[in-house]
């Protein structure tokens, strides 16, 4: 069963950027699509992107334009640039298969936007 950590979150301002990562255990990572979630208190998990095995990419359109997901299939890991964020954003980002079944989902990594 792959494992998976989130990290990179935080404070920031509005319009501010942050990189989340999520480490993978395990090669069989690299075969599968993957994903960013985000729950935001009181709200249900979203996916808010995914990338293909080969790098194809899709975003929810309320971050079509500000994020970006990357993958190293190499080193295990998967990537979430996120620019220009807004309060919105706010919300706790996991990581996980882009499709069910899942794997276990990790913590997440906390993100605040706020002034």
């Known amino acids: 069963q792959v494992q998976l950590v989130e990290s990179g979150g935080g404070l920031v301002r509005p319009g501010g950027s942050l990189r989340l990562s999520c480490a993978a255990s395990g090669s069989i990572f690299r075969i599968y699509a993957m994903g960013w979630y985000r729950q935001a208190p009181g709200k249900q998990r979203e996916l808010v992107a995914s990338i293909t095995n080969d790098g194809s990419t899709n975003y929810a359109d309320s971050v079509k334009g500000r994020f970006t997901i990357s993958r190293d299939n190499v080193k295990n890991m998967l990537y979430l640039q996120m620019n220009s964020l807004k309060p919105e954003d706010t919300a706790v980002y996991y990581c996980?298969?882009?499709?069910?079944?899942?794997?276990?989902w990790g913590q997440g990594t906390q993100v605040t936007v706020s002034s």
């Open positions: 996980n298969r882009a499709t069910t079944p899942y794997f276990y």
